[in-house]
Nanobody, 127 residues
């Protein structure tokens, strides 16, 4: 069993950058595919990005591709989400999740594929 904690959120101005971090305890994050999701008020939780166990395969939602980057830091047992050129529409609670089940397609874009979830970190973008 792994416990996940997100950090790095806050109030930021549009156009700036932010780096979120997903820290794990109890297990090595390299044992899991890891995803980032976000949820705005009154809306469903949506896929943002994912990274495979090896760190080689990454996937992004069309809305964030080119601005967001997901990466592993095995030494720190974390997975980060770098957010550049922040827009108002990026405002949401951001969650990281770990998938313990092996899937042949290695995409991990669906919430049901994840076993463990963090509590989330708030990102608020102002003008």
């Amino acid at each position: 069993q792994v416990q996940l904690v997100e950090s790095g959120g806050g109030l930021v101005q549009a156009g700036n950058s932010l780096r979120l971090s997903c820290a794990a305890s109890g297990r090595d994050l390299s044992s899991y595919a890891v995803g980032w999701f976000r949820q705005a008020p009154g809306e469903e939780r949506l896929f943002v990005a994912s990274i495979s166990k090896s760190g080689i395969n990454v996937n992004y939602a069309d809305s964030v591709k080119g601005r967001f980057a997901i990466a592993r830091d095995s030494a720190e047992n974390t997975v980060s989400l770098q957010i550049n050129s922040l827009e108002f529409e990026d405002t949401a609670v951001y969650y990281c999740a770990a998938a313990s089940t092996i899937y042949p397609d290695q995409t991990y874009r669906v919430r049901s594929r994840y076993t463990y979830w963090g509590q989330g970190t708030q990102v608020t973008v102002s003008s």
